[in-house]
């Protein structure tokens, strides 16, 4: 039976809605705070906001993550920049502006109402973070910068070098340790989430697991937040970190917290390609450098010459060809196709002819290279690291990779999950990107999530509780959770197989890769639901994890990790063969219009899609959330 | 592409903190000069479990040069012998066929060994949490322009807050100083004009958390030389100066409240 998703959008005018909200949520009373206990799971962007704001607040607050700092979450890794409707360019920015942008970026499969309040809240958080001493690039006056960054027209997007991501989660880290020195935050490091425990329908805390002991321990709080990143990982490549992983919240999802577009998984176009089999990551370079950069292939697809050999008339400016008014800074989903598309006809350049083009030529001519290297210089030294080639001299070679999923943690207005007491922020919740996000939007949908969100609707949520008795660590749910987190652990131990944990995710990465990547077929991906299951099954007998579950033992911990994507990976394929639409970076080939770009089925298909764990992936319950756009207008996206 | 051959693997293992180390020698027959050096690391690692031995622990995240999780004494030098690079960035096209690489943990009092190549970071933090922050409470702040940083401001604070918290300034200390580190955020933020409040009360918090965990500068400067980020001595200068000033300046400041 499927449940009706109430996504408790607010009454009123579409631009009045946030206030409207914020004007009839409850508050607790300052004193009444610190009776109260809110766990908040990784500290990234989402989590150092909110546990640092939840904690000046006066919220008791516990915060985990597994890294060995709370500074290594990979928001740092964001390079680009973070957008927000200041308008300080006086070009015709404006928070409704953000808003059409987002909705229409996202292929019209986002929530209007939560989209809006990010627009809304956009211009706060880079005053919060200009006064947190976030360096961000500034004019000789004293005043911001900006640059532009692909699905928009106007120049909204404020950075600090090719390191925003780093500049604005070290601030988010030091309003953290702040807290952690004054003692409103506990932080437990290297402790990574193995369970969550509901009770009687509420979410009453999280079985741990310390990562240096193999210790799991039980904690309850009134309030849970989930701020754990995305799972680009399940493809085995991508350019998440290599410790990224959807544990926690698949583990959330199997205690009855819906998944949402599982298979909406955004593909970067501007990656440095894969260079040999044994790669383990792929390293991404910041949109922004389309700002600048020019990209192309030859028009002869058996051309070996090198770039500087090519003649202007014999090179495919294809993105400038094929849509004049963005040119370069198309959207991702549409540049990573079109870039997917000349490879597969030959058109590739570099040793294995997997690439394309990423040429600065012209911009060094026109700006002088110090204007270059003060824009990119960090990014052109990254490529020069890994690549080996001196971006100054010879074009960078890129190719898409995956890099960012929109789907997630199925969330309401509120952020509240679909279990009650749980909570879903940053890129682990689903809500505000649609089919596709814009650059530089990762970075501001955490931070607003965290800093101007979540503060105001946990309060909401955690006033009627005040003075009621709350689930202690000693009840009953607790103590199985964690005899089953204990049960499942010594498992991939005895299973004393011939292959290791990586070995089976790369497997599963190539499987998910190839049938639900750029492009999927119904062919594809019921051959991938018949692949999956077998693999997975293969992975339950011939498992190996060596040493033991008493020390560190990073072989054990990517067992139960890659245990988790195995599910999650039947779940997404699932997903893209239900949605027969094209539709943003979700991309089915027997969906497209004439000229190769996406068709959407809105009579169908303009929805949310939100499985319920039924014990089985494979027979995930699909629920529907309508999509309602009361002031965008359901338009075909065009960036011609 | 082309395959390094024969290279000796010299691997520091400890089972645990308390545990006395020793180096455990391995071949690597065949790596790809394309592979990073922390792939090298995963191909020996999927060997040992294929051997039924247990993996070796490193730390590492990003594999990009920004998280600062990875470390690693490579021949003796932190992050290896690339300049300006972090371990994960380091590429095996540096090393030759038939090297011998010996791979140790940071080495530094501060920072004790967990196991094998990973040890505990934490001391940093301590130092950020003494006072490595602009207190700016959520909620408060003033439209963002209000604030004008002038460009070279703007562009010196950056520069020190390009520091990722590795720890190759301790690991190659001879004193296991945390003087480049501590400096660098005291610098980032001392120069802005939101720091300026609590400029001294900041330098002379952090500087005593760092005094509590670390050894003291003599001013050796390896520290600079082996940071992946290249953060500038000068920072230190900065640090010093401003530490200096506080403990008048904050006696002003307190006698007046």
């Given at each position: ?640 | ?35 990073s050096f922390l792939e090298m690391l995963d191909q020996l690692n999927e060997r040992l479990i294929s051997d039924g031995k247990e993996a070796v622990v490193f730390d590492h995240d990003c594999r990009e040069g920004i998280c600062g999780t990875c470390s690693l004494m490579i021949n003796g030098r932190a992050h290896g012998p690339q300049r300006a690079t972090t371990t994960c960035q380091l590429h095996m096209r540096t090393f030759k066929s038939g090297d011998e690489i010996v791979i140790e943990p940071w080495r530094a009092a ?148």
């Amino acid at each position: 039976m499927s449940t009706v998703l109430n996504a408790k959008i607010p009454a009123g005018a579409l631009r009045d809605k946030w206030d409207n909200y914020k004007a009839d949520a409850k508050l607790v009373n300052p004193n009444n705070k610190r009776k109260f206990k809110v766990i908040v799971v990784g500290t990234g962007l989402a989590g150092a906001s909110a546990a640092a704001t939840l904690a000046e607040l006066g919220y008791q607050v516990d915060a985990f993550t597994f890294h060995d700092s709370a500074r290594r979450a990979h928001s740092i890794a964001a390079q680009g920049g973070i957008n927000a409707a200041k308008n300080y360019q006086g070009d015709g920015d404006s928070i409704n502006r953000l808003f059409v942008d987002t909705i229409k970026g996202g292929d019209f499969r986002s929530r209007e109402g939560n989209v809006h309040r990010l627009a809304q809240v956009s211009v706060d958080i880079i005053d919060q973070m200009v006064a947190q001493g976030v360096p961000f690039a500034r004019e000789y006056g004293g005043m911001l910068d900006n640059r532009s960054f692909g699905g928009a027209q106007v120049s909204r997007t404020f950075y600090a070098r090719g390191q925003t991501g780093q500049q604005l989660l070290l601030g988010a880290y030091q309003q953290l340790s702040r807290q952690i020195g004054l003692g409103g935050v506990r932080l437990f490091n290297r402790t990574e989430l193995v369970d969550i425990v509901v009770i009687d329908g509420r979410c009453s805390g999280i079985v741990v697991r310390d990562l240096l002991t193999g210790e799991i321990t039980s904690h309850a709080a009134h309030a849970v937040v989930m701020a754990t990143g995305g799972y680009g990982n399940v493809y085995f490549l991508s350019t998440n970190a290599m410790n990224c992983n959807v544990t926690a919240a698949w583990r959330a999802h199997r205690r009855g917290a819906m998944f949402a577009n599982p298979c909406y998984t955004q593909i970067h176009p501007t990656c440095i390609p894969q260079s040999d089999e044994s790669q383990s990551k792929l390293t991404l370079m910041s949109e922004s450098l389309r700002n600048d950069g020019r990209v192309w292939v030859p028009k002869n697809a058996d051309d070996s010459r090198s770039a500087e050999q090519i003649p202007e008339s014999e090179r495919d400016y294809y993105l400038e060809r094929l849509y004049p008014s963005y040119g370069n800074l198309a959207p991702r989903d549409i540049s990573s196709r079109a870039a997917k598309r000349l490879v597969d006809k030959g058109h590739g350049v570099g040793p294995l002819k997997n690439g394309v083009n990423l040429d600065f030529s012209a911009a060094i001519a026109r700006l002088g290279r110090d204007v270059v290297e003060e824009r990119y210089g960090n990014l052109f030294q990254m490529y020069e690291r890994i690549a080996g080639e001196d971006p100054y001299s010879t074009p960078m070679r890129i190719y898409p990779a995956t890099h960012y999923t929109m789907g997630g943690l199925w969330v309401d207005y509120e952020l509240g999950t679909t279990v009650p007491g749980l909570y879903a922020a940053g890129e682990a919740n689903f809500s505000d990107h649609g089919a596709n996000r814009l650059g530089a939007s990762a970075l501001m949908q955490g931070l607003a999530d965290g800093y101007f969100v979540l503060p105001y609707t946990i309060s909401n949520g955690l006033a009627p509780l005040l003075n009621k008795p709350a689930p202690t660590t000693d009840h009953p749910a607790f103590v199985q959770a964690e005899t089953e987190a204990r049960e499942r652990f010594n498992a991939y131990l005895n299973v004393k197989g011939t292959r290791s944990p990586d070995w089976f995710h790369r497997e599963l990465g190539k499987i998910i890769w190839d049938y639900c990547g750029m492009e999927r077929t119904q062919q594809g991906l019921e051959k991938a639901l018949s692949e999956l299951p077998a693999l997975y099954s293969e992975f339950k007998k011939d498992l190996r994890v060596t040493g033991t579950g008493e020390s560190v033992n990073q072989t054990l911990e990517k067992a139960g990790r890659v245990d988790d994507f195995f599910q999650l990976g039947m779940l997404m394929c699932r997903d893209a063969l239900d949605r027969q639409e094209s539709c943003g970076a979700h991309f089915r080939s027997e969906y497209q219009t004439d000229e190769g770009e996406a068709l959407r089925n809105d009579e169908n298909f303009c929805h949310v899609s939100a499985y319920k764990w039924t014990g089985d992936p494979m027979a995930a319950e699909l629920n529907k959330e309508q999509l309602v756009y009361e002031t965008a207008h359901l338009a075909t996206r065009s960036y011609k | 592409m082309n395959q390094l051959t024969n290279l000796k693997l010299k691997v520091w293992r400890q089972t645990g903190p308390e545990a006395e180390g020793h180096f455990e020698t391995h071949t690597v027959e065949k790596v790809s000069d394309e592979a990073s050096f922390l792939e090298m690391l995963d191909q020996l690692n999927e060997r040992l479990i294929s051997d039924g031995k247990e993996a070796v622990v490193f730390d590492h995240d990003c594999r990009e040069g920004i998280c600062g999780t990875c470390s690693l004494m490579i021949n003796g030098r932190a992050h290896g012998p690339q300049r300006a690079t972090t371990t994960c960035q380091l590429h095996m096209r540096t090393f030759k066929s038939g090297d011998e690489i010996v791979i140790e943990p940071w080495r530094a009092a501060a920072f004790p060994v967990i196991k094998d190549l990973m040890v505990d970071r934490s001391s940093f933090d301590r130092i950020v949490e003494a006072g490595g922050f602009i207190t700016a409470p959520t909620g408060g702040a003033p439209d963002a322009n209000l604030i004008l940083v002038p460009k070279p401001v703007a562009d010196a604070a950056m520069d020190s807050a390009a520091c990722i918290g590795c720890g190759a300034c301790v690991a190659a200390c001879p004193n296991g100083a945390a003087n480049l580190f501590a400096g660098a955020k005291i610098s980032h933020l001392n120069v802005l004009p939101q720091g300026q409040s609590e400029r001294y009360k900041r330098a002379e918090a952090m500087v005593h958390a760092m005094d509590d965990q670390f050894g003291s500068c003599t001013n050796h400067g390896e520290c600079s030389a082996a940071c992946p980020k290249e953060i500038s001595l000068d920072v230190i200068a900065m640090m010093n100066s401003d530490f200096r000033k506080s403990k008048s300046k904050n006696r002003k400041a307190l006698s007046r409240g």
